[in-house]
């Protein structure tokens, strides 16, 4: 089957059409932002909480917890759109903004004071309600932070909304409870049927790793996909240990103590467009592993599992391949859950238009390969004859029913190929004649084909 050149079909967003499809993204980081409003009414948002980058990085160097940017990122995406002096727009300018990197650290905290203690110009427009209740939990991020004074937190590049995600989540000592906090005050979540959820459900740091085809070993989604400091090997893993997702610590400052990460001071472009050196070799695979390095098998978030069974789209979402979608597949029971859905009858996957670090050389094929690759794993590994023969390999098309690709993309389509391999390809044209990339109206439209073209 040839690839088919989408154009505009007549449909509009928010249309009958839209509103009955039912959606699972997976995606992480600013992979998805831009093209929220394609997914209609009632989607659900699956991210991974392994982001040891940026503002995240000295959250968790030293308080510990899950990273939550990717989470806050998303949430502010989905803050309905209104006036310039509207109280929403007040608000998202306040989560939104971000403390200078290239400031000095004195200067940081007196713009931290300004705000934490309400005096800053960002808490115009916002009524004082709602002030309020975003000023206490700050006040309760500032409270723990002050508890590891010895750690020195820096508020660098600092992100005020992912100090109140954190603060909420510290007092909660609940992710989700944090993400519904936040959307019950910005609206986030309101004007659409729209679920974020984490990917696994943690008070502790989650920790990946990549082992590559030659042997070595990145620890570290930063270091993975946009490393700011040389990379440090680590001991190889128990095959055979399965600790809670809970026991998950800080193993990026336990055995490392003697050389602090600090990743804070990455910072994404305009579409995440940046060059990073080449892998040395490709990556094998990604995994989670403990604070001592050890490989571990966790369970996803159930509430993951349970949306899987019942809608009727899963999208693969453009993004870092191995550091934004595979961590959402690389979990007990996802596989199974996705195979042997009910309602799934739509399995897509949003080609990137070009390759990054972890993707160097990779043609189309390779994505879809690596996705079924990962998630025909198993977790843990079988050990005993028995529990090899009775590992289930199911094929390409349980995973993935479709690719969308851009016209102009520079990662190289096999349509042939591809469609030998029961899965069907799908063009769109880009209104960037100078940077091929995915939109929300030529996601839409492709969302729209391959509903209407299931033949």
Not at 32 to 45: E, H, K, L, P, R
Not at 134 to 142: A, D, K, N, S, T
Not at 332 to 351: E, F, H, N
Not at 400 to 410: E, F, N, Q, R
């Amino acid at each position: 089957m040839g690839g088919l050149d989408l154009h505009d079909d007549g449909e509009q967003p928010g249309s009958s059409a839209d509103e009955s499809r039912s959606i699972v993204v997976i995606s992480g980081g600013t992979g998805c932002n831009s093209i929220c409003a394609a997914f209609g009414q009632d989607v659900c948002y699956v991210l991974p909480v392994s982001d040891n980058g940026g503002s995240s990085s000295e959250i968790i160097r030293v308080l510990g917890g899950p990273s939550i940017g990717d989470i806050r990122s998303l949430l502010i995406r989905l803050i309905p759109s209104s006036s310039h002096t509207s109280p929403s727009e007040a608000i998202r300018r306040l989560l939104s903004y971000r403390f200078p990197a290239n400031t000095s650290e004195r200067e940081a905290r007196d713009l931290w004071r300004d705000v934490v203690e309400g005096r800053s110009l960002l808490w115009h427009g916002i009524p004082i309600d709602r002030k309020e209740t975003i000023r206490g939990f700050l006040v309760y991020f500032e409270s723990e932070v002050l508890k590891r004074a010895h750690k020195s937190f820096s508020f660098r590049n600092g992100s005020v909304g992912n100090y109140f995600l954190t603060g909420a989540h510290l007092f909660f000592r609940s992710v989700p409870s944090a993400i519904f906090l936040f959307s019950s005050i910005t609206g986030s979540q309101a004007s659409r049927r729209a679920h974020i959820l984490p990917v696994l459900v943690t008070n502790h740091t989650v920790t990946i790793a990549a082992e590559l085809k030659n042997g070595s070993t990145i620890v570290g989604q930063c270091e993975i996909s946009h490393p700011t400091r040389p990379i440090l090997p680590i001991t190889t893993a128990s095959p055979r240990e399965e600790e809670a997702t809970d026991n998950m610590e800080e193993f990026l400052w336990s055995p490392l103590r003697d050389a602090p990460v600090r990743n804070m001071d990455f910072t994404k472009g305009i579409n995440g467009e940046e060059d990073y050196p080449t892998l040395e070799s490709p990556i094998k695979k990604v995994f989670y592993i403990n604070q001592y390095g050890q490989e571990i098998y966790p369970s996803p978030n159930a509430d993951f599992i349970k949306n899987l069974k019942c809608r009727n789209i899963l999208v693969y979402s453009c993004g870092s391949l191995y550091t934004s979608i595979i961590p959402c597949l690389a979990l007990r029971g996802v596989a199974a859950a996705i195979a042997r859905s009910r309602t799934l009858r739509y399995k897509v996957l949003l080609l990137n238009s070009k390759n990054d670090r972890e993707t160097s050389g990779y043609r189309a094929v390779d994505y879809i390969r690596a996705i079924v690759d990962i998630l025909n794993g198993q977790y843990p590994p079988p050990v005993t004859q028995k529990e090899r023969e009775s590992v289930k390999t199911y094929p390409v098309t349980a995973f993935v029913t479709h690719l969308v690709y851009v016209a102009g993309s520079s990662v190289p389509v096999d349509e042939a190929e591809i469609t030998a391999l029961g899965v069907k390809c799908l063009r769109v044209e880009s209104s960037s004649l100078s940077s091929p990339k995915f939109d929300a109206e030529n996601v839409r439209q492709a969302l729209a084909t391959v509903c209407g073209n299931n033949a």
